[in-house]
C-alpha cells in the first residue's frame, strides 16, 4: 500500500481540451470556441481531439489582462 507522503502531484498539462480551457479560463465552452472561431487562440487536432496549448492560454491572458500597476 501506497503512503500519502509517496503521492506526486500531476504535472501540468501542455495542452486543454476546450472544455479544460473553459475551466481554466473561468467562461463556457462556447466563449472557447468562440475565441477559437476568431482565432484569438489558436488550437492544434490531434487524434480528432482539438487541443489548445498552455501557451496559448497563457499569452491570451497577458495580452488582455490588465498587468498591476506598482503601488507608490
Given at each position: 500500500?501506497?503512503?500519502?507522503?509517496?503521492?506526486?502531484?500531476?504535472?501540468?498539462?501542455?495542452?486543454?481540451?476546450?472544455?479544460?480551457?473553459?475551466?481554466?479560463?473561468?467562461?463556457?465552452?462556447?466563449?472557447?470556441?468562440?475565441?477559437?472561431?476568431?482565432?484569438?487562440l489558436t488550437?492544434?487536432?490531434?487524434?480528432?481531439?482539438?487541443?489548445?496549448?498552455?501557451?496559448?492560454?497563457?499569452?491570451?491572458?497577458?495580452?488582455?489582462c490588465d498587468?498591476?500597476?506598482?503601488?507608490?
Amino acid at each position: 500500500m501506497q503512503n500519502n507522503d509517496d503521492i506526486k502531484p500531476l504535472p501540468e498539462p501542455l495542452a486543454y481540451d476546450i472544455r479544460q480551457a473553459a475551466a481554466a479560463l473561468n467562461m463556457s465552452t462556447k466563449s472557447v470556441r468562440r475565441l477559437l472561431r476568431r482565432r484569438i487562440l489558436t488550437s492544434c487536432k490531434a487524434l480528432r481531439k482539438i487541443l489548445i496549448p498552455r501557451k496559448q492560454i497563457e499569452d491570451f491572458l497577458r495580452a488582455n489582462c490588465d498587468t498591476p500597476k506598482p503601488v507608490s
